[in-house]
């Protein structure tokens, strides 16, 4: 025989009457599902293989005595960036298959080809005069390896700083990119934005 408890103008059956709400069903199997998602987080985090620790980043903060517009307008014009190379003189150490033009596409998802085809990418963000998001990559790293480029230009005094990071290139290319950053960007722009 099922008892039946009256609660207000509700009638409740009395094997329902201990039940959990359903505000306390649902934090129930929130905190249920969450303990879960932590040991498994647990688990994965215990596998080195899967995380890496020694991630190498590159942070660089060079100033030019330029508009954020020139600066902007230098890295994503084709013919202005072509000065950039030219200014660097890293064309005269490639070999001779680097001989692609530099294209530089002004659109979102667009291609660039830069250093004969020794860099190329695609434009992943494109603030003009603030910010420049690149998948950028060496043409000899492992097919489909893409590290990301982000210069975020920022007024500095009369001129412009870029905050530079580059994250998510193969390890230990840090030191070898950052001073290549250095020799073929950051001097060769300087000059060109004398």
Do not use: C
Not at 83 to 104: D, R, Y
């Amino acid at each position: 025989m099922t008892m039946i408890t009256r609660t207000s103008d509700r009638t409740i059956p009395a094997a329902l009457e201990n039940r959990p709400t359903r505000r306390q069903a649902i934090v129930g199997a929130a905190m249920a599902f969450g303990g879960l998602a932590l040991g498994s987080t647990a688990a994965w985090a215990g596998a080195d293989e899967e995380i890496s620790h020694t991630a190498e980043a590159i942070h660089q903060e060079p100033v030019f005595k330029a508009s954020r517009k020139r600066v902007y307008e230098a890295l994503t014009d084709t013919a202005q960036f072509d000065k950039v190379i030219a200014l660097s003189g890293a064309l005269k150490s490639l070999p001779p298959e680097f001989n692609q033009p530099t294209a530089i596409s002004r659109d979102v998802g667009g291609a660039f080809v830069l250093f004969g085809g020794y860099i190329t990418g695609r434009n992943i963000e494109l603030v003009p005069n603030e910010r420049i998001v690149q998948a950028w990559r060496v043409v000899r790293w492992e097919p489909g390896v893409y590290s990301i480029a982000r210069f975020a230009l920022a007024d500095e005094g009369a001129g412009t700083k870029i905050v530079f990071d580059h994250t998510g290139f193969p390890k230990d290319m840090g030191e070898h990119l950052a001073s290549g950053w250095k020799a073929h960007y950051w001097e060769p722009l300087a000059k060109l934005l004398a």
